[in-house]
């Protein structure tokens, strides 16, 4: 199911046994049924934690304590040419003790990154303006020119999900682990947050072993996803090709076939993307709107946000062809622009 939401936790003997979803496309309402419930809901796990709390007695009604510290991390995208190098720059200390990188990525360079507090959890935060100007003033200082904020193809937030301290107050998040933490409440719910995208196969196998500790599945032996590829990666040694180069055909591997036998194939929509390439988003990717096309599938709108947003007319006609649901086009629209804001 893509673009469902967990409504409800269901319960049998105050044991967690299953969710109450919703398809938010169309409103239909499914009950699934489960021995298992794993919360990996990033900086959102503590809503469905409180919400278990308070259905299987934990504490009374009382909500259950907050785990998760948000942390803003901001990150800027500028042309090639401000680096124009196949490898990536990190000053460990900057004049204020944090880190900067400048990072080559499809044809781009990302700027980055900041670590600020934040007491909400924005779905699309905005950059503070003292992160923008540590980033830019920053950068000056080791790139071949100074970028300004003119030079910004495409700014973005991240929220991290880090794993908060018993005693810690908030106010600085610098100093948290940014370890994975697997928590099992009085349910029998299994809540993984922290870590990185970098650990995401460690943090799976604890999640795996926590539920087998717990009797919720069957234990598996420890590294079995060690040899399997992921789809599209079983390709020639001749075609891998620099991560740094523009975004098209090679970034497909071993689905490159696939992809240049969709309609539209040969018709370019932009640098790196095909009408054959949105089609084939549609057809085996699940992507239904602009966004998933041009944020998830691509990654058009983090790396020129101006022509991400040109594009959703055309990208939006074609998904409409596809799959005969809105694709909201104003939508990603006004989320272009939102990736173009900078605070002055």
């Not at 105050?14 to 489960?34: E, N, P």
């Not at 990072?103 to 670590?115: A, M, N, R, S």
């Not at 409440?185 to 947050?193: N, P």
């Not at 922290?194 to 717990?214: I, Q, S």
Request: contains cysteine.
């Amino acid at each position: 199911m893509n673009y469902c939401r967990a409504e409800n936790l269901l319960y049998d003997d105050s044991k967690v046994s299953g969710l109450v979803c919703q398809d938010t496309l169309t409103g239909t309402q499914y009950t699934i049924k489960t021995r298992c419930v794993v919360n990996a809901t990033g900086v959102w796990v503590d809503e469905l934690r409180q919400k278990d709390g308070a259905a299987s007695g934990a504490g009374g009604k009382r909500a259950t304590e907050p785990m998760v510290t948000p942390s803003q991390g901001v990150h800027m995208v500028v042309d090639r040419s401000f680096l124009d190098s196949d490898v990536a720059l990190m000053v460990p200390k900057t004049a204020d003790g944090r880190v900067l990188f400048a990072v080559p990525w499809l044809g781009k360079v990302i700027l980055g990154t900041t670590d600020t507090p934040r007491n909400d959890l924005a779905l699309e935060p905005l950059p503070f303006k003292e992160e923008v100007d540590f980033i830019l003033n920053e950068s000056a200082r080791y790139l071949r020119r100074a970028p300004t904020r003119a030079d910004v193809k495409s700014v973005w937030v991240g929220l991290r999900p880090l794993v908060k301290p018993q005693d810690d107050d908030g106010d600085n998040t610098k100093g948290i682990s940014r370890e994975h933490t697997v928590m099992v409440s009085r349910s029998g719910m299994v809540t993984v947050t922290g870590g990185k995208w970098t650990t995401y196969r460690a943090m799976a196998e604890d999640v795996l072993d926590a539920c087998a500790d717990r009797s919720l599945l069957e234990r598996r032996v420890k590294g079995v996803t060690t040899h399997l590829k992921l789809v599209g990666s079983s390709v020639p040694e001749a075609q891998i090709r620099s991560i740094c180069m523009p975004p098209g055909l090679h970034s497909y591997g071993d689905e490159q076939a696939a992809v240049q036998a969709m309609p539209g194939a040969d018709r370019l929509l932009c640098e790196g993307l095909t009408e054959g390439m949105v089609r084939f988003a549609a057809r085996y990717e699940y992507a239904i709107t602009v966004e998933d096309v041009l944020a998830r599938r691509s990654r058009l709108l983090f790396l020129d946000a101006l022509l991400a947003g040109s594009l959703a007319s055309p990208v939006g006609d074609i998904l409409l062809d596809e799959t005969g649901i809105d694709p909201q086009r104003q939508a990603f629209e006004d989320l272009a622009q939102h990736y173009l804001r900078l605070p002055e």
